[in-house]
């Protein structure tokens, strides 16, 4: 008998002063400089894949707007029982990065990459 043991973590964001969809935008741009692989974004959240190589430790990030928050999801895609914290430190890192782009990007520049957005939208 096999045993698989899937690891994950869960945070909650909380819109600040951003709207659902600049916050949105500010989290896809955060995947994409973490040089994530997004996949099914919507106007409610996106799924994207860490790329650390076929060898190494890779993750599932779920990234979803409910009510007045956002929650992310992190879980591990293989079986790696040892590495019990990389999803924590992995959503640490995400939520790091996404406060150093809000404060860089502003309100308006955010509504327009939300705009030029919406037709890649699944």
């Not at 973490?34 to 860490?50: C, D, H, Q, R």
């Amino acid at each position: 008998m096999r045993y698989e043991f899937t690891q994950n973590h869960i945070e909650e964001l909380h819109f600040g002063n951003l709207t659902p969809e600049q916050l949105i935008s500010v989290a896809i741009e955060t995947s994409k400089s973490l040089g994530w692989i997004l996949s099914n974004v919507n106007e409610k959240g996106f799924v994207a894949y860490t790329n650390n190589g076929l060898f190494s430790w890779n993750a599932e990030v779920r990234f979803k707007i409910k009510n007045e928050s956002a929650h992310l999801l992190s879980q591990s895609r293989g079986n790696e029982a040892i590495e019990l914290e990389k999803d924590r430190v992995n959503l640490q890192g995400f939520i790091v990065t996404l406060n150093d782009l809000k404060k860089k990007l502003t309100p308006v520049c955010l509504t327009s990459t939300y705009k030029n957005l919406q037709p890649e939208f699944a």
